[in-house]
Nanobody, 125 residues
Framework: QVQLVESGGGSVQSGGSLRLSCAASGYTLSGNRAGWFRQAPGQEREGVAS???????TYTDSVKGRFTVSRDNAKNTLYLQMTGLKPEDTAIYYC???????????????????WGQGTQVTVSS
């Protein structure tokens, strides 16, 4: 059974940092595209970061220079290091993976087929 389990969310003040983790089981993250998405209340799900199978990365403009996506193949875990957090970063964060054209990065939810349950990130001003 494939599972993606996020952890590391929480509440921080503006300017703070968090590291989100996404542990995969029943599924190998390496060799597939992996991404982080977020969804704030009343808003559509937004692609935050994407990591291709061969290491290509992309970020949405609002997080460039502040967030870093990485993967530990030995631990089969995806990470999102978030620094300089702002109140507008408040959302539920989801990890996801996609196997179609895995070397390509994408911030489109439709390019991902497996999703975690999400972890809440709240940034106060």
């Amino acid at each position: 059974q494939v599972q993606l389990v996020e952890s590391g969310g929480g509440s921080v003040q503006s300017g703070g940092s968090l590291r989100l983790s996404c542990a995969a089981s029943g599924y190998t993250l390496s060799g597939n595209r992996a991404g982080w998405f977020r969804q704030a209340p009343g808003q559509e799900r937004e692609g935050v970061a994407s990591l291709g199978a061969f290491g290509a990365v992309t970020y949405t403009d609002s997080v460039k220079g502040r967030f870093t996506v990485s993967r530990d193949n030995a631990k089969n875990t995806l990470y999102l290091q978030m620094t300089g957090l702002k109140p507008e970063d408040t959302a539920i964060y989801y990890c996801a993976t996609g196997a179609v054209r895995p070397t390509l990065v994408s911030l489109r939810p439709d390019d991902y087929s497996r999703w975690g349950q999400g972890t809440q990130v709240t940034v106060s001003s």
